[in-house]
């Protein structure tokens, strides 16, 4: 006869609803589909370790970004920031209409964020996190996150369409 | 609320407008166009971000983790389609195919190229989808250009881009469409002159190989038809 162990059934649940979207977070963070796939293997592994340590099971998904996080800086010697803080957001740009290279250019382009930005862009449009909720993950103000949102969108925008068209004023 | 204040909100959370934002868009036509086409460029990038997770990655992670089995059906569709592969195989040794005539009595030039062509399509494209790598859409560009062509928007989605190497050792950029009439690969080969342009089928899927200015292409489908329409929005 088979007993169901309810850690093991809802370490299931967990992986099954979220290996996929980890996977996307950690493929945007090494860009590599074999090291993102060792990543996440990793981070189960890690999470189960402590799985007794989890109290609270909606804190789950935040839990196991974070220790995404850690194992990808812990194998992967994180970059060196390249961060521009004279760049200001004084121009802002239309985009193109569509073509069938889109989504491969657009690729392309999120590859060559610098990887702050990538993160935090990955964080909020696959993990659907929030400002606050991102910059508790990282360890930096929610300040310090929206600039980082606003500029690899900015960066996109450029990439999109060198041209600008439209100017912000401050008035 | 001025207009810059409300940009940055926009490109830091496209999808959060707060009440101050709303008003800002009600009397800002420029912002409100604004916001409009940081939506539309979100939907690209969310559509980038969602790269394919390897097949059975889940299921990976719970066997490492002792947390489930191997599956006693799994281990029975894994035989099962063992028994079947080896039976086609067997099948395929024993009786000739249909486009084999094709393959021994004209083998030269562009009937090569395209009987090379199907062969690649069969055997490595499958696979190449799966790994999902990207080549350079500079360099496709520069091809299609050299051949006087062109992906209008309306043929659908690319799907994979890279460069092959064909069974007869010839070279071309690969490009993977995934069209209004079904699935379509198209090689172009800007260093490849041919003389006459030339139509093959073989093992079910049909192959035109077409002469330019600046080389030739090669066009591959499930049906002659596709071929005609993909190729009339190419040119």
């Known amino acids: 006869?088979?007993?169901?162990?309810?850690?093991?059934?809802?370490?299931?649940?967990?992986?099954?609803?979220?290996?996929?979207?980890?996977?996307?977070?950690?493929y945007w963070l090494c860009r590599d589909r074999f090291?993102?796939?060792?990543v996440v293997q990793e981070t189960f592994a890690r999470a189960w370790q402590r799985w007794s340590g989890l109290r609270d099971d909606r804190a789950a998904k935040g839990w196991l970004y974070a220790i995404l996080r850690n194992e990808h800086a812990r194998l992967h010697e994180r970059k060196q920031?390249?961060?521009?803080?004279?760049?200001?957001?004084?121009?802002?740009?239309?985009?193109?209409?569509?073509?069938?290279?889109?989504?491969?250019?657009?690729?392309?382009?999120?590859?060559?964020?610098?990887?702050?930005?990538?993160?935090?862009?990955?964080?909020?449009?696959?993990?659907?996190?929030?400002?606050?909720?991102?910059?508790?993950?990282?360890?930096?103000?929610?300040?310090?996150?929206?600039?980082?949102?606003?500029?690899?969108?900015?960066?996109?925008?450029?990439?999109?369409?060198?041209?600008?068209l439209i100017k912000a004023k401050e008035s | 609320m001025n207009c810059?204040?409300?940009?940055?909100?926009?490109?830091?959370?496209?999808?959060q407008i707060t009440a101050e934002q709303e008003a800002h868009l009600e009397r800002c036509a420029r912002c409100a166009e604004f916001a409009q086409s940081v939506v539309h460029d979100e939907a690209a990038i969310a559509q980038a971000m969602l790269v394919?997770?390897?097949?059975?990655?889940?299921?990976?992670?719970?066997?490492?983790?002792?947390?489930?089995?191997?599956?006693?059906?799994?281990?029975?569709?894994?035989?099962?389609s063992l028994l079947v592969a080896v039976g086609v195989a067997f099948y395929s040794h024993e009786v000739p195919r249909q486009g084999d005539e094709i393959v021994s009595a004209?083998?030269?030039?562009?009937?090569?190229?395209?009987?090379?062509?199907?062969?690649?399509?069969?055997?490595?494209?499958?696979?190449?989808?799966k790994e999902n790598r990207a080549g350079d859409p500079k360099v496709m560009r520069a091809a299609l250009s050299e051949l006087g062509l062109?992906?209008?928007?309306?043929?659908?989605?690319?799907?994979?881009?890279?460069?092959?190497?064909?069974?007869?050792?010839?070279?071309?950029?690969?490009?993977?469409?995934?069209?209004?009439?079904?699935?379509?690969?198209?090689?172009?080969?800007?260093?490849?002159?041919?003389?006459?342009?030339?139509?093959?089928?073989?093992?079910?899927?049909?192959a035109l190989v077409a002469p330019r200015w600046g080389g030739c292409y090669l066009l591959i489908a499930d049906s002659a038809q596709t071929l005609k329409r993909v190729e009339a929005m190419l040119l």
Not at chain 1, 9 to 20: D, L, M, R
Not at chain 2, 106 to 129: C, F, K, R, T
Request: charged share 20%; net charge negative.
């Open chain 1, 35 to 38: 090291t993102a796939e060792d």
């Open chain 2, 52 to 80: 394919p997770v390897p097949e059975g990655l889940a299921e990976r992670v719970l066997l490492r983790h002792g947390i489930r089995g191997p599956n006693r059906w799994g281990t029975l569709a894994l035989a099962a």
């Open chain 2, 106 to 129: 004209q083998l030269s030039g562009a009937n090569q190229h395209a009987v090379a062509a199907i062969a690649y399509v069969l055997d490595h494209e499958p696979q190449l989808l």
């Open chain 2, 150 to 206: 062109s992906l209008p928007a309306n043929i659908g989605s690319v799907r994979y881009l890279g460069n092959s190497v064909l069974p007869d050792g010839s070279r071309g950029e690969h490009i993977v469409l995934q069209t209004p009439y079904g699935h379509v690969t198209l090689i172009l080969m800007p260093d490849e002159f041919l003389e006459s342009r030339v139509a093959v089928s073989d093992r079910n899927l049909h």
């Open chain 1, 81 to 164: 920031l390249a961060i521009d803080p004279d760049q200001e957001l004084d121009t802002l740009m239309d985009n193109s209409g569509a073509n069938a290279f889109d989504a491969f250019e657009m690729r392309d382009m999120l590859a060559a964020l610098p990887e702050t930005y990538r993160e935090a862009l990955t964080l909020q449009v696959i993990g659907g996190f929030s400002c606050a909720e991102m910059a508790t993950m990282i360890g930096i103000t929610e300040g310090a996150v929206m600039t980082r949102l606003t500029r690899a969108r900015q960066a996109i925008r450029r990439l999109i369409d060198p041209k600008p």
């Open chain 2, 4 to 15: 810059l204040e409300f940009r940055r909100l926009v490109l830091a959370a496209p999808r």
């Open chain 1, 1 to 26: 006869m088979m007993f169901i162990n309810p850690e093991r059934s809802k370490f299931e649940g967990v992986v099954k609803a979220y290996s996929a979207e980890l996977y996307r977070y950690a």
